[in-house]
């Protein structure tokens, strides 16, 4: 069975960085196309980044890019997101997901209906 756990949310002072790290288990990392999606208080879950399982491709928001960068490590089973710049508006549970190659339409990276496996969320607080 497939697992993800994040880890590396916490509390930063606005203009800091946060790198937040999601690992898996039970299956073949390089088999999984890897996203970061996130959820703040009151509101839907959104995208924040995602990356294809050969490293070739990413893909972030808008309200994220060239703040944000998404990185996997093949040999630690790991996906990563270095959050720099962070905003208030950036507060929220951060959730990594995994979409197998396998069933993946290669190009709907943005729809949480791609990914098949979820981990639990990390909170990221942001403070002003």
């Known amino acids: 069975q497939v697992q993800l756990v994040e880890s590396g949310g916490g509390l930063v002072q606005a203009g800091g960085s946060l790198r937040v790290s999601c690992g898996v288990s039970?299956?073949?990392?390089?088999?999984?196309?890897m996203g970061w999606f996130r959820q703040s208080p009151g509101k839907e879950r959104e995208f924040v980044a995602a990356?294809?399982?050969?490293?070739?491709?990413?893909f972030y928001a808008a309200s994220v890019k060239g703040r944000f960068t998404i990185s996997r490590d093949d040999a630690e089973n790991t996906v990563y997101l270095q959050m720099n710049s962070l905003k208030p508006e950036d507060t929220a549970v951060y959730y990594c997901?995994?979409?197998?190659?396998?069933?993946?339409?290669?190009?709907?990276?943005?729809?949480?209906?791609?990914?098949?496996?979820w981990g639990q969320g990390t909170q990221v607080t942001v403070s002003s």
């Open positions: 997901a995994a979409d197998p190659v396998y069933t993946s339409t290669g190009s709907r990276y943005a729809d949480e209906s791609e990914y098949n496996y």
């Open positions: 990356i294809s399982w050969n490293g070739d491709r990413k």
């Open positions: 039970g299956g073949r990392f390089n088999n999984y196309n």
